[in-house]
């Protein structure tokens, strides 16, 4: 009996020993990269799983920063997660590692060596790397002529939302990169994008630089100014959208009197909700406004009342016709003279006949 026991006890140390060790091996990383920019790390499991990932820079065995992402992950998925290093560099080479945990357990690790300065100085200048809530542009200078690979990559908080690649583009002259968003974005949310350029080298693996820039992105939208009409009768506006963020919102114009000062307002819904490239009109019809010259401002307002644009212009509404009565017809001695021929002649025939 006690033979019996204590062999299912051994198996059940058995049986719990290799299923903690294969929850253990279920989590792993796939792949990691790390400059002084940034860093990435790609985690794939067989089992679902809730941790967080621990970045951290080395520099002569300790951590000179440190940054800690939860994830969660699913069975058989594949995720990944970025962070953008704070520290600025003070040395040419570093190290950068990652860890998985599951609570307290560390799951998998890896480390990734970092060059900085002339080490890791690439052939082109980034002359401008701009991110807007349209899209972003991309402007390098080379140093020397090249060929590279440039991911583009916009980040929201730890995860890579949306990805766009160009292969073997030749850098013989000064490059430029325009990528539009393809889907709408969050108004007000803070956004990070990442450009990820690989140069490609003959007797070498490419190197690989990274640069960041952040947005918030909003609503934005311009008034047309070839498209403004403003008449005795009204004002006509054409709003084009501006950004990824649906704006949603009215036009406000002003007419203020010269003469007398008094202001008056009004507000028009457009109908169309507008991203950017699409255009939709509204107008306004005056009512009492009397005669005078008024100076119009026509602004384009949001939902929180915010104005996104203005345009100004100035209108005269003419007096009115005062003059009802028929005019009196002047006589002349020349015109009195051939009413009475007319009517001499008249009475002559009618005497003659009678």
């Known amino acids: 009996m006690k033979k019996q026991l204590a062999k299912a006890f051994y198996l059940l140390l058995t049986f719990s020993f290799i299923f903690v060790n294969s929850a253990a091996g279920s989590l792993e990383i796939t792949d990691f990269f790390s400059d002084f920019t ?35 992950v699913n069975a058989g998925e594949q995720i990944s ?29 890896s480390s990734y060596a970092v060059s900085y300065g002339t080490v890791a100085m690439p052939s082109f200048h980034v002359v401008d790397f701009s991110p807007s809530n349209r899209g972003v542009q991309l402007l390098l200078r080379p140093f020397n002529p090249g060929a590279v690979d440039i991911k583009i990559e916009l980040l929201e908080n730890n995860d890579i939302v949306f990805t766009e690649t160009k292969e073997d583009v030749s850098l013989t002259s000064n490059t430029e990169l ?15 994008v990442r450009a990820k350029i690989l140069t490609h080298r003959l007797s070498a693996p490419p190197l690989v630089n990274t640069y960041t820039a952040s947005f918030v992105a909003n609503d934005d939208v311009e008034i047309v100014q070839d498209d403004v009409e403003v008449d005795e009768y009204g004002a006509s506006v054409t709003l084009r959208g501006r950004s990824q963020v649906p704006f949603d919102g009215f036009i406000d114009v002003a007419a203020k009197n010269r003469d007398t000062n008094e202001r008056l307002t009004f507000r028009q819904q457009i109908e169309d909700i507008l991203v950017y490239g699409k255009e939709d009109t509204a107008g306004v019809v005056w009512k009492n406004l009397v005669p005078g010259t008024y100076d119009i401002e026509i602004r384009a307002v949001n939902k929180e009342n915010i104005a996104l644009d203005k345009y100004e212009t100035v209108l005269r509404i003419p007096e009115e016709a005062v003059s009802s009565e028929t005019p009196t017809v002047k006589s002349t001695p020349g015109f009195t003279a051939l009413i009475l021929l007319i009517a001499l002649f008249a009475a002559a025939w009618k005497w003659r006949g009678g």
């Not at 325009?178 to 990070?192: A, E, G, T, V």
Request: no cysteine.
């Open 81 to 109: 997660k970025v962070i953008i290093w704070q520290k600025k560099p003070q040395h040419d080479y570093y190290t950068a590692r990652v860890s998985l945990y599951n609570d307290t357990q560390v799951h998998d690790s």
């Open 178 to 192: 325009k990528i539009d968003w393809p889907f709408l974005l969050s108004n007000n949310r803070n956004y990070n």
């Open 38 to 72: 940034s860093s990435e790390v790609s985690i794939k499991s067989d089992q679902a799983h809730q941790g967080k990932a621990v970045f951290e820079l080395m520099y002569g065995g300790n951590a000179v920063e440190s940054q800690v992402v939860p994830f969660e």
